[in-house]
Nanobody, 120 residues
Framework: QVRLVESGGGLVQPGGSLRLSCAAS????????SGWYRQAPGKERELVAT???????DYADSVKGRFTISRDNAKNTMYLQMNSLKYEDTAVYYC??????????????WGPGTQVTVSS
């Protein structure tokens, strides 16, 4: 089983920065696609940023130029650097990872989420 745990959320003022981390544990053969999603109160979960094989990245229009997704393969950890935070960035942030287990079967794992609150 591949387990993900997010950390780094918290309370930050508008214009501030946070770095979220997503640590993966368990054995897997490959990571095909990973990403960050968020869900604000009363809204559906939405994609924030993705990182695919070959280090291809993609971002929601609302965070382009402010957020950066990255990965440290040696640490099995994915990051989301969030700069110039806005009130509307307030949400629970989730990481997701899709890949192949050692058994050859595919997996699709989610973390429990970390709260990010942007408030003055």
């Amino acid at each position: 089983q591949v387990r993900l745990v997010e950390s780094g959320g918290g309370l930050v003022q508008p214009g501030g920065s946070l770095r979220l981390s997503c640590a993966a544990s368990g054995s897997f053969l490959a990571i095909n696609h990973s990403g960050w999603y968020r869900q604000a109160p009363g809204k559906e979960r939405e994609l924030v940023a993705t990182l695919s094989r070959g280090d291809t990245t993609d971002y929601a229009d609302s965070v382009k130029g402010r957020f950066t997704i990255s990965r440290d393969n040696a640490k099995n950890t994915m990051y989301l650097q969030m700069n110039s935070l806005k009130y509307e960035d307030t949400a629970v942030y989730y990481c997701n990872q899709k890949g192949v287990r050692l058994s050859g079967r595919a997996y699709d794992s989610w973390g429990p989420g970390t709260q990010v609150t942007v408030s003055s």
